[in-house]
């Protein structure tokens, strides 16, 4: 068994997954011809056409951002299993996942509630503005109530996927509940070779929901560090390893909405979006273990940085750019040209989300990690 290391490269990758839906928020905003396709929808028919037609629209992968973070999850899971055979790292895994994630969820929920009882949510008006209302404009339309802020961060999002408060919330629940499946696998078959035949009969059972991608990042972990020689041998062909790559990355780009897109690359497919992301996440994260160049790339100190927050800088995103950034486009529309204000805005949206973000994994997650491991070592 090797000794598990430290995969700043796959911390990289989770950082490009955070830019894919950061981006796909701003064109649901601003840009939502980028992702419905829609003629009727686009402010620059030639270049947003272009950008939701063609491979480019894996800048603005938000739905294949979502299945890289649940295949890094899986292969997580069982990275220190296959490892070391260590079964610890499997049964205290509940308990670290829930203290670890509900404390930022928490506070951003709570600031949700602060920031919707003072009318700071502007994203309806400014949808109306820029055409993109049904995309965007019908989020945090009600009268909120903290009670049930709370309830949504602490059991809700959990349990049901609750995310009335704050949209990306919904991934919580495949987070939780995925990781714990993968666990119990590996807990119950992981010393067997009977794993792969519930690894099959699992993957048919999960096929048409987001389980299906924390199983495939742990089967990738599995073939890279269970010493298969076969295997090997196609690891150890890197034309194969960058085809592979490039097609997870091909996958990934496919049209969000699955309509509207004859007459381009993708025509041939049938529509079934979330199953390509998902596969296409897996191969993604196989090639990335087998292929030097990228993994260079992706394991820089400015991505390296940015991971420490990226939980934080997925949980604000969505509220900061319904506040911070709708309402500085709102100021802005009559004052200068559409694509300067919207530039502006994405900018000082990112950067505020960033910050935020840096102050949650600081004050927040740390200590909520720290509880985790804490609780953990008393339970067991």
């Known amino acids: 068994m090797k ?4 995969l700043d490269y796959i911390d990289g990758l989770k950082v490009l997954a955070c830019l894919m839906i950061f981006n796909f928020h701003f064109i649901n905003a601003f840009y939502c011809g980028i992702y419905s396709l829609n003629p009727a ?3 620059a028919p030639a270049v947003e056409y272009v950008l939701g037609s063609t491979p480019l629209n894996i800048l603005m992968g938000g739905k294949f951002g979502v299945r890289i973070f649940m295949t890094v999850s899986g292969f997580f899971v069982g990275y220190r299993f296959f490892t070391t055979g260590d079964m610890k790292s499997l049964t205290n895994g509940a308990v670290k996942k829930y203290f670890r994630l509900v404390f930022p969820i928490l506070l951003s929920n709570i600031a949700v509630f602060f920031l919707m009882k003072t009318g700071c949510y502007r994203n309806a008006q400014s949808s109306a503005l820029s055409g993109c209302s049904v995309f965007f404009g019908n989020y945090n339309q009600f009268e909120p109530d903290l009670p049930m802020a709370v309830k949504e961060a602490v059991i809700g999002c959990f349990v049901t996927g609750a995310n009335q408060y704050n949209g990306p919330l919904w991934f919580i629940y ?12 590996l807990a119950l078959f992981g010393k067997y070779r ?41 690891t150890d062909k890197k034309w194969l390893m960058w085809l592979v790559l490039l097609g997870g990355a091909f996958l ?78 709102v100021v802005l529309y009559d004052k200068m040209n559409y694509y300067a204000a919207t530039l502006i805005v994405y900018i000082v949206s990112f950067a505020v989300t960033t910050f935020f973000a840096w102050l949650v994994a600081k004050f927040v997650e740390k200590p909520g990690v720290k509880l985790a491991g804490q609780v953990a070592a008393k339970l067991s």
């Open 41 to 43: 929808d686009f402010h």
């Open 252 to 329: 990934g780009s496919f049209p969000p909405i699955g309509e509207h897109y004859e007459g381009t690359i993708y025509q041939m497919f049938p529509p079934k979006v979330l199953l390509f992301y998902i596969i296409g996440a897996s191969m993604v994260l196989f090639a990335l273990l087998h292929l030097q160049a990228p993994r260079r790339l992706l394991s820089n100190k400015a991505f390296l940085w940015f991971n420490r927050s990226s939980y934080g800088f997925y949980l604000l995103h969505f509220p900061v750019m319904c506040t911070v950034g709708c309402g500085l486009f």
């Open 174 to 185: 495949y987070e939780f509940f995925g990781t714990l499946l993968v666990a119990a696998i």
């Open 3 to 6: 000794q598990p290391e430290k």
């Open 194 to 234: 009977s794993r792969y035949v519930v690894y099959a009969v699992t993957a048919l059972l999960t096929i048409r929901n987001d389980f299906l991608p924390f199983l495939l990042g742990c089967v990738v972990c599995d073939l890279t560090y269970s010493g298969y020689g076969w295997l090997k041998k196609l």
